[in-house]
């Protein structure tokens, strides 16, 4: 089992920047793929970026403006969240992959223009 934590998430004016946090607790060793998800009010749950251990993915909307960054041990998973426009609003999760997918309870992100 995994368990995970989010903070960070908050308001902010359009241009800003916030930092997402994950802490992850229990099989860590376990995890093979760590990301961010968000969605949207009456949007579909998307993918935001992805790390694993020698690679990173991103999503086209937020390439160039968001980093997804970890710690060696795989215990805590970082968004750097930068050029915010209202469009990023949204309830973002954070995932870890093992076996199975585990999900956090969500922090919120609002963008104001």
């Known amino acids: 089992q995994v368990q995970l934590v989010e903070s960070g998430g908050g308001l902010v004016q359009a241009g800003g920047s916030l930092r997402l946090s994950c802490a992850a607790s229990?099989?860590?060793?376990?995890?093979?793929?760590m990301g961010w998800y968000r969605q949207a009010p009456g949007a579909q749950r998307e993918l935001v970026a992805t790390?694993?251990?020698?690679?990173?993915n991103y999503a086209d909307s937020v390439k160039g403006r968001f980093t997804i960054s970890r710690d060696s041990a795989k215990k805590n998973v970082f968004l750097q969240m930068n050029s915010l426009k209202p469009e990023d609003t949204a309830l973002y999760y954070c995932?870890?992959?093992?076996?199975?997918?585990?999900w956090g309870q969500g922090t919120q992100v609002t963008v104001s223009s």
């Open positions: 229990g099989n860590t060793f376990s995890i093979k793929v």
């Open positions: 790390i694993t251990s020698d690679r990173t």
């Open positions: 995932n870890v992959e093992t076996w199975r997918t585990y």
